[in-house]
Protein backbone atom coordinates (compact mmCIF):
# COMPACT_ATOMS: atom_id res chain seq x y z
CA UNK A 1 0.00 0.00 0.00
CA UNK A 2 2.84 2.61 1.11
CA UNK A 3 4.85 1.48 -2.46
CA UNK A 4 3.42 3.95 -4.66
CA UNK A 5 4.90 2.73 -7.97
CA UNK A 6 2.99 -0.51 -7.10
CA UNK A 7 -0.31 1.13 -7.20
CA UNK A 8 0.61 2.57 -10.88
CA UNK A 9 -1.25 0.17 -12.67
CA UNK A 10 -4.20 0.16 -10.45
CA UNK A 11 -4.37 4.43 -10.80
CA UNK A 12 -4.45 4.20 -14.72
CA UNK A 13 -7.13 1.86 -14.49
CA UNK A 14 -9.13 4.41 -11.59
CA UNK A 15 -11.55 7.12 -13.20
CA UNK A 16 -14.54 6.35 -15.47
CA UNK A 17 -12.62 8.21 -18.57
CA UNK A 18 -14.09 5.93 -21.02
CA UNK A 19 -17.24 4.97 -19.98
CA UNK A 20 -19.92 6.89 -22.14
CA UNK A 21 -21.02 10.31 -20.60
CA UNK A 22 -17.06 10.64 -20.12
CA UNK A 23 -17.45 14.46 -19.80
CA UNK A 24 -19.51 14.58 -16.41
CA UNK A 25 -17.15 12.99 -13.59
CA UNK A 26 -19.48 10.66 -11.27
CA UNK A 27 -17.52 9.18 -8.67
CA UNK A 28 -13.62 10.18 -7.00
CA UNK A 29 -12.22 6.89 -5.91
CA UNK A 30 -9.18 6.92 -3.22
CA UNK A 31 -7.78 4.58 -1.68
CA UNK A 32 -7.26 4.46 2.04
CA UNK A 33 -4.94 2.45 3.80
CA UNK A 34 -5.45 3.99 7.87
CA UNK A 35 -8.45 1.50 8.22
CA UNK A 36 -6.43 -1.32 7.03
CA UNK A 37 -4.24 -2.76 9.95
CA UNK A 38 -5.40 -3.46 13.53
CA UNK A 39 -3.23 -4.64 16.44
CA UNK A 40 -5.37 -8.00 15.92
CA UNK A 41 -3.52 -8.78 12.86
CA UNK A 42 -6.27 -7.56 10.52
CA UNK A 43 -5.15 -6.49 7.22
CA UNK A 44 -7.36 -5.14 4.88
CA UNK A 45 -7.44 -3.06 1.64
CA UNK A 46 -9.59 -0.14 1.66
CA UNK A 47 -11.19 2.59 -0.72
CA UNK A 48 -13.70 5.68 -0.28
CA UNK A 49 -15.79 6.48 -3.13
CA UNK A 50 -17.03 10.45 -3.24
CA UNK A 51 -19.80 11.85 -4.77
CA UNK A 52 -18.29 14.51 -7.05
CA UNK A 53 -21.34 15.20 -9.26
CA UNK A 54 -25.06 13.58 -8.80
CA UNK A 55 -26.52 13.13 -11.79
CA UNK A 56 -29.24 10.60 -12.47
CA UNK A 57 -28.43 10.53 -16.13
CA UNK A 58 -25.21 9.73 -15.69
CA UNK A 59 -25.63 7.27 -13.28
CA UNK A 60 -28.07 5.03 -15.84
CA UNK A 61 -25.58 5.38 -18.84
CA UNK A 62 -22.53 4.03 -16.12
CA UNK A 63 -24.30 1.28 -14.29
CA UNK A 64 -24.18 -1.30 -17.07
CA UNK A 65 -20.26 -0.57 -17.66
CA UNK A 66 -19.77 -0.81 -13.63
CA UNK A 67 -22.30 -3.08 -12.66
CA UNK A 68 -22.37 -6.84 -13.81
CA UNK A 69 -25.79 -7.96 -14.73
CA UNK A 70 -26.86 -9.76 -11.26
CA UNK A 71 -25.53 -6.57 -9.59
CA UNK A 72 -27.72 -4.25 -12.06
CA UNK A 73 -30.70 -5.98 -11.56
CA UNK A 74 -30.26 -5.52 -8.03
CA UNK A 75 -29.66 -1.99 -8.63
CA UNK A 76 -32.79 -1.27 -10.72
CA UNK A 77 -35.26 -2.56 -8.28
CA UNK A 78 -33.91 -0.11 -5.68
CA UNK A 79 -36.93 2.54 -4.85
CA UNK A 80 -35.63 5.32 -5.68
CA UNK A 81 -32.24 7.69 -7.52
CA UNK A 82 -30.47 8.74 -3.80
CA UNK A 83 -30.53 4.88 -3.11
CA UNK A 84 -29.34 3.75 -6.40
CA UNK A 85 -26.49 5.95 -6.73
CA UNK A 86 -25.72 4.85 -2.80
CA UNK A 87 -25.74 1.48 -4.09
CA UNK A 88 -23.42 2.02 -7.10
CA UNK A 89 -21.01 4.23 -5.16
CA UNK A 90 -20.52 1.33 -2.30
CA UNK A 91 -20.53 -1.30 -5.99
CA UNK A 92 -17.38 0.42 -6.98
CA UNK A 93 -15.71 1.04 -3.34
CA UNK A 94 -15.83 -2.69 -2.65
CA UNK A 95 -14.95 -3.40 -6.51
CA UNK A 96 -12.10 -1.49 -6.04
CA UNK A 97 -10.94 -2.78 -2.42
CA UNK A 98 -10.83 -5.81 -3.81
CA UNK A 99 -9.08 -4.99 -7.01
CA UNK A 100 -6.25 -3.30 -4.64
CA UNK A 101 -6.52 -7.00 -2.65
CA UNK A 102 -5.91 -8.79 -6.02
CA UNK A 103 -2.83 -6.33 -6.74
CA UNK A 104 -0.89 -6.80 -3.66
CA UNK A 105 -1.98 -9.97 -3.40
CA UNK A 106 -1.64 -11.84 -6.80
CA UNK A 107 0.21 -9.09 -8.90
CA UNK A 108 -3.09 -8.83 -10.85
CA UNK A 109 -4.65 -5.58 -12.20
CA UNK A 110 -8.52 -7.12 -12.19
CA UNK A 111 -10.87 -4.93 -14.40
CA UNK A 112 -13.71 -3.02 -12.92
CA UNK A 113 -16.20 -5.58 -14.84
CA UNK A 114 -14.57 -8.40 -13.52
CA UNK A 115 -15.94 -8.37 -9.69
CA UNK A 116 -19.08 -9.05 -8.81
CA UNK A 117 -20.57 -7.48 -5.11
CA UNK A 118 -23.43 -9.31 -4.45
CA UNK A 119 -25.81 -9.16 -1.46
CA UNK A 120 -24.90 -12.20 0.25
CA UNK A 121 -26.53 -14.57 3.48
CA UNK A 122 -27.03 -12.12 5.75
CA UNK A 123 -27.00 -8.72 3.47
CA UNK A 124 -23.03 -9.55 4.10
CA UNK A 125 -21.57 -8.99 0.29
CA UNK A 126 -20.86 -11.86 -1.86
CA UNK A 127 -17.39 -11.23 -4.07
CA UNK A 128 -16.93 -13.11 -7.22
CA UNK A 129 -13.68 -12.64 -9.12
CA UNK A 130 -14.66 -13.76 -13.17
CA UNK A 131 -10.76 -13.65 -13.74
CA UNK A 132 -9.38 -15.21 -10.62
CA UNK A 133 -11.99 -18.20 -9.75
CA UNK A 134 -9.57 -19.73 -7.35
CA UNK A 135 -10.77 -16.85 -5.00
CA UNK A 136 -13.93 -17.98 -4.69
CA UNK A 137 -15.05 -17.37 -1.25
CA UNK A 138 -11.77 -16.45 -0.28
CA UNK A 139 -12.38 -12.52 -0.12
CA UNK A 140 -14.44 -11.08 2.56
CA UNK A 141 -15.80 -7.35 2.25
CA UNK A 142 -17.78 -4.85 4.15
CA UNK A 143 -19.31 -1.76 2.90
CA UNK A 144 -20.37 1.55 4.62
CA UNK A 145 -21.94 4.78 3.36
CA UNK A 146 -21.70 8.24 5.00
CA UNK A 147 -22.74 11.17 3.64
CA UNK A 148 -21.91 11.25 0.17
CA UNK A 149 -19.17 9.10 0.81
CA UNK A 150 -18.95 5.30 0.68
CA UNK A 151 -15.98 3.21 1.89
CA UNK A 152 -15.11 -0.72 1.50
CA UNK A 153 -12.60 -2.70 3.56
CA UNK A 154 -11.67 -6.42 1.50
CA UNK A 155 -9.44 -8.93 3.43
CA UNK A 156 -8.63 -12.43 2.88
CA UNK A 157 -10.40 -15.22 4.53
CA UNK A 158 -8.44 -17.31 7.12
CA UNK A 159 -8.76 -19.02 10.37
CA UNK A 160 -7.94 -15.83 11.49
CA UNK A 161 -10.21 -13.64 10.06
CA UNK A 162 -13.59 -15.67 8.42
CA UNK A 163 -15.28 -11.94 7.87
CA UNK A 164 -14.45 -8.57 7.99
CA UNK A 165 -16.73 -5.37 8.96
CA UNK A 166 -16.07 -1.88 8.61
CA UNK A 167 -18.30 1.60 9.74
CA UNK A 168 -17.98 5.29 9.27
CA UNK A 169 -19.77 8.28 10.19
CA UNK A 170 -19.33 12.02 9.92
CA UNK A 171 -17.46 13.85 12.63
CA UNK A 172 -19.36 16.89 11.42
CA UNK A 173 -22.73 15.86 11.25
CA UNK A 174 -25.26 16.98 14.48
CA UNK A 175 -25.72 13.44 16.41
CA UNK A 176 -27.65 14.60 19.69
CA UNK A 177 -29.50 12.13 20.87
CA UNK A 178 -27.28 9.37 19.77
CA UNK A 179 -25.99 8.82 23.33
CA UNK A 180 -29.38 8.60 24.49
CA UNK A 181 -30.56 6.15 21.90
CA UNK A 182 -27.61 3.98 20.91
CA UNK A 183 -25.90 3.57 24.31
CA UNK A 184 -26.88 2.00 27.60
CA UNK A 185 -25.40 4.66 30.87
CA UNK A 186 -22.47 2.08 31.64
CA UNK A 187 -21.35 2.35 28.22
CA UNK A 188 -21.18 6.19 27.88
CA UNK A 189 -19.47 6.05 31.27
CA UNK A 190 -16.50 4.35 29.83
CA UNK A 191 -16.11 7.73 28.38
CA UNK A 192 -15.63 9.99 31.41
CA UNK A 193 -11.82 9.99 31.18
CA UNK A 194 -11.89 11.59 27.61
CA UNK A 195 -11.44 15.46 27.57
CA UNK A 196 -15.13 16.62 26.92
CA UNK A 197 -13.88 18.03 23.39
CA UNK A 198 -13.26 14.67 22.46
CA UNK A 199 -16.30 12.89 23.70
CA UNK A 200 -18.51 13.70 21.02
CA UNK A 201 -16.11 12.44 18.35
CA UNK A 202 -15.38 8.85 21.04
CA UNK A 203 -18.99 8.34 21.17
CA UNK A 204 -19.03 7.95 16.99
CA UNK A 205 -16.37 6.03 17.11
CA UNK A 206 -18.39 3.66 19.76
CA UNK A 207 -21.31 3.65 17.39
CA UNK A 208 -19.37 2.80 14.75
CA UNK A 209 -17.72 -0.28 16.58
CA UNK A 210 -20.84 -1.43 17.11
CA UNK A 211 -21.73 -1.28 13.71
CA UNK A 212 -18.18 -2.73 12.44
CA UNK A 213 -19.08 -5.86 14.68
CA UNK A 214 -22.26 -6.60 14.12
CA UNK A 215 -21.24 -6.62 10.12
CA UNK A 216 -18.23 -8.74 10.76
CA UNK A 217 -20.84 -11.28 13.06
CA UNK A 218 -23.14 -11.02 9.57
CA UNK A 219 -25.87 -9.98 12.00
CA UNK A 220 -25.64 -6.48 11.91
CA UNK A 221 -27.80 -4.63 15.16
CA UNK A 222 -30.79 -6.70 14.69
CA UNK A 223 -32.88 -3.48 15.13
CA UNK A 224 -31.35 -2.89 18.73
CA UNK A 225 -28.09 -1.63 19.26
CA UNK A 226 -28.00 -2.79 22.55
CA UNK A 227 -27.64 -6.05 21.34
CA UNK A 228 -24.30 -5.30 21.19
CA UNK A 229 -22.04 -3.66 24.77
CA UNK A 230 -19.49 -1.29 24.96
CA UNK A 231 -17.15 -3.63 27.18
CA UNK A 232 -14.01 -1.43 27.15
CA UNK A 233 -12.26 1.23 25.35
CA UNK A 234 -8.94 1.83 25.04
CA UNK A 235 -8.74 5.18 24.04
CA UNK A 236 -4.75 5.25 23.52
CA UNK A 237 -4.88 2.78 21.51
CA UNK A 238 -8.23 2.82 19.53
CA UNK A 239 -9.61 -0.79 20.70
CA UNK A 240 -13.47 -0.96 21.73
CA UNK A 241 -14.31 -4.26 22.86
CA UNK A 242 -17.96 -5.85 22.27
CA UNK A 243 -19.93 -8.07 23.72
CA UNK A 244 -22.18 -8.87 20.70
CA UNK A 245 -25.22 -10.70 21.22
CA UNK A 246 -26.13 -13.21 18.40
CA UNK A 247 -29.56 -13.49 17.56
CA UNK A 248 -30.68 -17.17 17.07
CA UNK A 249 -28.61 -18.50 19.77
CA UNK A 250 -30.10 -20.39 22.88
CA UNK A 251 -30.11 -16.36 25.21
CA UNK A 252 -29.97 -19.24 28.24
CA UNK A 253 -26.45 -19.51 27.20
CA UNK A 254 -23.04 -17.89 27.39
CA UNK A 255 -22.17 -19.28 23.85
CA UNK A 256 -25.15 -16.81 22.81
CA UNK A 257 -22.53 -13.64 23.25
CA UNK A 258 -19.43 -13.35 21.88
CA UNK A 259 -16.48 -10.79 22.73
CA UNK A 260 -14.97 -8.89 19.33
CA UNK A 261 -12.58 -5.53 19.59
CA UNK A 262 -12.96 -3.47 16.64
CA UNK A 263 -9.95 -1.17 15.77
CA UNK A 264 -11.50 2.49 15.85
CA UNK A 265 -10.21 5.95 14.00
CA UNK A 266 -10.74 9.18 12.55
CA UNK A 267 -9.34 10.28 9.39
CA UNK A 268 -10.90 12.10 6.37
CA UNK A 269 -14.02 14.11 8.44
CA UNK A 270 -15.10 10.54 9.52
CA UNK A 271 -14.72 8.37 12.46
CA UNK A 272 -14.14 4.68 11.84
CA UNK A 273 -14.25 1.15 13.23
CA UNK A 274 -13.12 -1.49 11.34
CA UNK A 275 -13.73 -5.35 13.16
CA UNK A 276 -12.58 -8.94 12.21
CA UNK A 277 -14.50 -12.05 13.10
CA UNK A 278 -12.23 -14.34 13.86
CA UNK B 1 -33.51 25.16 18.44
CA UNK B 2 -33.54 21.92 18.90
CA UNK B 3 -32.83 21.85 22.32
CA UNK B 4 -35.65 24.14 22.94
CA UNK B 5 -38.25 21.48 21.04
CA UNK B 6 -36.78 18.96 23.39
CA UNK B 7 -36.91 21.71 26.21
CA UNK B 8 -40.59 22.25 25.67
CA UNK B 9 -43.16 21.35 28.11
CA UNK B 10 -44.02 16.95 27.68
CA UNK B 11 -46.16 16.28 24.83
CA UNK B 12 -49.77 16.20 25.73
CA UNK B 13 -49.89 12.61 24.47
CA UNK B 14 -52.61 12.77 21.88
CA UNK B 15 -52.12 10.76 19.09
CA UNK B 16 -52.17 14.33 16.69
CA UNK B 17 -49.24 15.17 19.36
CA UNK B 18 -47.33 12.18 19.12
CA UNK B 19 -47.49 12.59 15.45
CA UNK B 20 -46.11 15.99 15.52
CA UNK B 21 -43.46 14.69 17.72
CA UNK B 22 -42.41 12.40 15.98
CA UNK B 23 -42.27 14.56 12.71
CA UNK B 24 -40.64 16.93 14.01
CA UNK B 25 -37.72 14.64 15.13
CA UNK B 26 -37.30 12.67 12.13
CA UNK B 27 -36.37 16.14 10.25
CA UNK B 28 -34.68 17.12 13.28
CA UNK B 29 -32.22 13.88 12.49
CA UNK B 30 -32.53 14.34 8.52
CA UNK B 31 -31.19 17.76 9.23
CA UNK B 32 -33.96 19.81 8.50
CA UNK B 33 -34.40 22.51 11.70
CA UNK B 34 -37.59 23.45 12.76
CA UNK B 35 -39.02 26.85 11.38
CA UNK B 36 -38.12 25.46 7.98
CA UNK B 37 -40.77 24.02 6.09
CA UNK B 38 -39.88 20.43 6.04
CA UNK B 39 -41.44 17.86 3.22
CA UNK B 40 -44.03 16.12 4.10
CA UNK B 41 -44.02 12.67 5.99
CA UNK B 42 -46.59 10.08 5.09
CA UNK B 43 -47.92 8.31 7.86
CA UNK B 44 -46.79 4.89 5.90
CA UNK B 45 -43.40 6.35 4.59
CA UNK B 46 -40.84 3.46 5.99
CA UNK B 47 -37.95 4.78 8.08
CA UNK B 48 -35.13 3.51 6.05
CA UNK B 49 -36.46 2.75 2.81
CA UNK B 50 -38.35 6.36 1.84
CA UNK B 51 -36.89 8.67 4.18
CA UNK B 52 -33.02 7.45 4.35
CA UNK B 53 -32.58 7.02 7.58
CA UNK B 54 -29.51 5.05 8.52
CA UNK B 55 -29.23 2.82 11.59
CA UNK B 56 -27.45 5.55 12.94
CA UNK B 57 -29.86 7.82 12.68
CA UNK B 58 -32.73 5.38 13.82
CA UNK B 59 -30.61 5.54 16.86
CA UNK B 60 -30.54 9.43 16.73
CA UNK B 61 -34.03 9.16 16.47
CA UNK B 62 -34.97 6.93 19.59
CA UNK B 63 -33.01 9.59 21.88
CA UNK B 64 -34.31 12.19 20.49
CA UNK B 65 -38.10 11.01 21.41
CA UNK B 66 -36.52 9.42 24.98
CA UNK B 67 -35.52 12.98 25.51
CA UNK B 68 -38.29 14.55 24.23
CA UNK B 69 -40.76 12.76 26.89
CA UNK B 70 -38.74 13.65 29.87
CA UNK B 71 -35.54 10.86 29.32
CA UNK B 72 -38.42 7.59 30.05
CA UNK B 73 -37.21 4.47 28.48
CA UNK B 74 -38.83 3.23 25.76
CA UNK B 75 -38.57 -0.28 24.59
CA UNK B 76 -37.62 0.61 21.16
CA UNK B 77 -35.97 -2.75 20.20
CA UNK B 78 -39.57 -3.94 20.23
CA UNK B 79 -40.48 -1.94 17.25
CA UNK B 80 -38.43 -3.97 15.25
CA UNK B 81 -39.77 -7.48 16.22
CA UNK B 82 -43.23 -8.48 14.57
CA UNK B 83 -45.97 -10.66 16.19
CA UNK B 84 -44.10 -13.67 15.40
CA UNK B 85 -40.89 -13.02 16.96
CA UNK B 86 -39.31 -12.02 13.42
CA UNK B 87 -36.68 -9.20 12.87
CA UNK B 88 -38.49 -6.07 10.87
CA UNK B 89 -35.91 -4.48 8.80
CA UNK B 90 -37.39 -1.45 8.71
CA UNK B 91 -40.56 0.19 9.73
CA UNK B 92 -43.07 2.90 8.70
CA UNK B 93 -43.66 6.23 10.89
CA UNK B 94 -47.42 5.58 11.83
CA UNK B 95 -45.91 1.75 13.43
CA UNK B 96 -43.73 4.58 15.38
CA UNK B 97 -46.32 6.78 16.16
CA UNK B 98 -48.90 3.81 17.02
CA UNK B 99 -45.32 2.68 19.68
CA UNK B 100 -45.39 6.06 21.33
CA UNK B 101 -49.47 6.26 21.65
CA UNK B 102 -49.24 2.42 23.34
CA UNK B 103 -46.50 3.23 25.80
CA UNK B 104 -47.59 6.54 26.93
CA UNK B 105 -51.29 5.87 27.14
CA UNK B 106 -50.09 2.72 29.27
CA UNK B 107 -47.91 5.34 31.59
CA UNK B 108 -50.78 7.30 31.95
CA UNK B 109 -51.84 7.77 35.88
Known sequence: MKDDSALEPFRLSLGFGSLPGHT??????????????ADDGLHGWCCQCVDEFRHNAWDRIAAPYILLEPEWKVWCHLPNAAARRRWMRGRVAAKDAVRLLLLDRYGFVAPLESIGILPGEGGQPRVTCTALPQTKNQISVSISHCGNSSVALAAERS???????????????NHDGLAEGGFVSAETALLDACPDGERPGWLLRLWCAKEAVGKALGVGLAGNPLNHIVRQVDLTQGNVEIEAHVPGAPTTSSS???????????DRGMAFAVAKQG | MLMSWIQQKPSSGTPEATWRDVTTAINQVLGKPPGTTPSPIQPDALLGADLGLSSLAVARLAGLLQKRFNGKPLPFHTLFVDASGSM???????????????????DKP
Open chain 2, 88 to 106: LHDISVSALVAFLNRHLQR
Open chain 1, 159 to 173: EFCRNVGIDVASLTD
Open chain 1, 256 to 266: SNTCVTAHVGH
Open chain 1, 24 to 37: VKGIVRNPWSLPTF
